[in-house]
């Protein structure tokens, strides 16, 4: 049994993507060739934005958010204590500090109430606080922005986050890296902040055959600014440099394929929350197993994961030797929450706990979902499960 299964889905559009890669090889146009601005018309269609700007990975796409909203040494941004290393690696890149809020255990995504409380205390001069980062204390960042993440493809409350973000006159980015596909209130992620994110890392819900990744916006000013800083900050004509950016375009072969892929998307999507339901209902029944929170009307994770907490770490390292017995791949996102990374220890001061997200570090796992699992695999993976609970 397969984590990912990229070879079943090469199988299903073969003929196309050798079309596509031959079409690329013929014309020669390696750099923003047309496909480049094909995918970024056809993705800022499909997410329901007016702008789309093509990066080489989603950590890009974050970081050349964070320059174009000009955040930098002496900002804070605010963003979940649990998520992959880089959405806190490029807060730090840009000279800003990162301060961390927790999580809805149940959502693994970062919990309003704590978001709110967070921005109380930055907001609030308290002569009693000092930090320690660097020459800098918490008392002087001022917080710009906000770096909500929806993890394993389950959108944020951004119904929540960006009022609250708002209130405070901060800048909502969405890191949507594991949501491409996935729906909030009707909406597409990608589509629910200022700027929103994505990554094309092979194994992301619409992945390409390396790296890749794409900001959403529909703010011209800043699809602008970001199509400069992609482009070692690029002005008018070739050679005229107006700001410092980045060597960030995305690779014409990567956006052949991916609008390759793009075709086999909505079925895919479809497939990964028939396979959700499914092992949502049968883990709701067995013990000691906390299945995700289901999503309200109109919400649809594009489930890039399906992880699922044990009571402890013990049981969890148990029942992942268990599966592992039974040749059934599992993984841990994320083993330490980002508050607990020393190379981020420099925000510790402001966010020294963040309970909920060190207890799911601790007693996550995630199980296979991707598309081309059969029946026979879920339930085999659904029955070994229940074993280990007996
Ligand atoms: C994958 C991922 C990224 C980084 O994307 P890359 O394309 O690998 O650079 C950022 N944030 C989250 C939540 C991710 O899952």
């Known amino acids: 049994m397969k984590f990912v299964d990229l070879a079943a889905q090469q199988n299903k559009i073969r003929a196309n993507l050798e ?20 995918l970024e018309s056809k993705l800022a269609d499909y997410v329901g ?8 990975s989603g950590t890009d796409a974050l970081m050349m958010a964070l320059m174009a909203l000009r955040i930098g040494p002496g900002d804070a941004v605010i963003t979940t204590s649990f ?4 959405t806190a690696e490029v807060i730090c890149l840009v000279g800003a500090t990162p301060v961390f809020v927790d999580i809805d ?13 967070a921005l109380k205390d930055l907001s609030v001069a308290d002569e009693t606080r000092s930090g320690n980062c660097g020459s ?58 200022d700027i929103a994110c994505t990554s094309f890392y092979p194994a992301k819900p619409l992945g390409a055959y390396g790296d890749g990744g794409m900001c959403f916006t529909d703010d011209e000013n800043l699809s602008n600014l970001l199509k400069s800083i992609r482009n070692h900050g690029m002005g008018a004509h070739r050679y005229d440099h107006i700001r410092l950016g980045i060597n960030g375009r995305l690779d014409t072969l990567q956006a052949a394929i991916l609008l390759s892929k793009l075709e086999l998307l909505p079925d895919e999507i479809k497939q990964r929350n028939k396979i959700a339901s499914f092992y949502n209902r049968e ?44 040749g059934i791949p599992t993984a841990i996102y994320y083993p330490t929450s980002l508050n607990r990374y020393d190379i981020f220890r420099c925000s510790d001061s402001i966010n020294a706990h963040c309970p909920n997200s060190e207890s799911c570090a601790e007693r996550i796992f995630s199980i296979p979902i991707h598309p081309y699992l059969t029946s026979l695999e879920q339930r085999r993976i659904i029955d070994a499960i229940r074993e280990t609970r007996q």
């Open 19 to 38: 079309k596509r890669l031959f079409a690329v090889l013929d014309h020669g146009q390696y750099i923003m060739g047309p496909e480049v601005y094909e």
């Open 49 to 56: 934005v007016k702008h789309a700007i093509s990066c080489s």
């Open 83 to 86: 998520s992959f290393f880089a």
């Open 105 to 117: 255990p149940r959502t693994y995504n970062i919990d309003p109430d704590c978001l709110e409380s």
């Open 136 to 193: 800098g204390e918490i008392n002087h960042l001022t917080p710009k922005a906000v770096i909500a993440v929806d993890l394993f493809g389950m959108p944020a409350d951004y119904d929540r986050i960006n009022r609250i973000a708002k209130k405070y006159g901060l800048d909502v980015i969405e890191d949507a890296a594991q949501s491409f596909g996935a729906e909030y209130r009707g909406k597409k992620a990608g589509s629910l902040a």
């Open 283 to 326: 883990l709701h029944a067995v013990s000691g197993i906390y299945p995700p929170k289901y999503q309200g009307r109109g919400d649809r994770s594009a489930w890039a994961q399906y992880s699922v907490l044990a009571e402890n770490k013990k049981q969890r390292n148990r029942i992942r030797r268990a599966l592992q017995e039974e």
